[in-house]
């Protein structure tokens, strides 16, 4: 059983693109959760719906809320009552015993509070790493800043006793600017974790046949070996 937690340096960094295309390459018997999904009353696609239109692997919503707030923000304003943390982490486990492969989005960055008792996805990606091997990625930006929040999002992983698996560079643009072509050799080189993949920038609009033949070679080798 594999557990996989995808998390985020901020919001909109192109965290369920790469969720989706890390379960199209995962395996035939892969399971994807959004445990916290916020903003439902604005009638968008939702990150599952996504993640399933692009790869075809089924994704659960387990906690929708009306407000495009932080999950915790948002039960708080409506006085809703969410699962805690620890209610999320055995239910991850339940599926990992179910399924070869279960992949974890996050709601925003790595900190943001997923529950009303303070509990964060770094505390879900902690608590299930002390009963499973679990492979975090970290969604980045390409542009400017991009290495500071790498950085700070990385140390917090390590801070907790978890070794991030790989940096995914959320949207790569047709023409990156110097920024950008420098950050994409400075990340590895200022956290110490490889580029496991960079995803072409409208990548999310592409059809699932397009984007599943695609996707491989988005994929570092290494991330493949």
């Known amino acids: 059983m594999r557990v996989v937690v995808v998390t985020g340096t901020d919001t909109g960094v ?3 693109i790469a969720t989706a295309a890390l379960a199209a390459r995962a395996g ?10 916020t903003g439902v009353a604005g009638g968008e696609e939702s990150d599952a719906s996504v993640v399933e239109r692009l790869s075809g692997v089924p994704a659960q919503e387990w906690t929708t809320l009306d407000d495009p707030l932080a999950p915790d923000t948002a039960a708080r304003l409506r006085s809703v009552t969410v699962p ?10 339940t599926l990992a015993t179910e399924h070869d492969t279960v992949l974890v989005e996050g709601a925003g960055g790595l900190l943001v509070r997923l529950d009303t008792e303070g509990g964060t996805l770094l505390d879900l990606a902690a608590s299930l790493a002390e009963t499973h091997p679990v492979e975090v990625y970290v969604v980045c930006r390409a542009g400017l ?11 917090a992983l390590r801070a907790r006793g978890v070794e991030p698996a790989g940096l995914v560079i959320g949207s790569w643009p047709e023409r990156p600017d110097q920024a950008e072509g420098l950050n994409r050799d400075e990340l590895p080189r200022v956290t110490g974790v490889p580029v496991a993949a960079v995803l072409p920038e409208r990548a999310g ?3 699932r ?17």
């Open 28 to 37: 035939a018997d892969t399971v994807v959760v959004k445990p916290a999904q």
């Open 84 to 93: 805690t943390v620890a209610a999320y982490a055995d239910r991850v486990r």
């Open 209 to 225: 046949e397009e984007f599943l033949a695609a996707a491989p070679a988005w994929f570092s080798r290494k991330a493949d070996a």
């Open 205 to 207: 609009a592409l059809r």
């Open 14 to 16: 192109g965290k369920t």
């Open 145 to 155: 800043g991009t290495l500071n929040h790498t950085e700070l999002t990385v140390a």
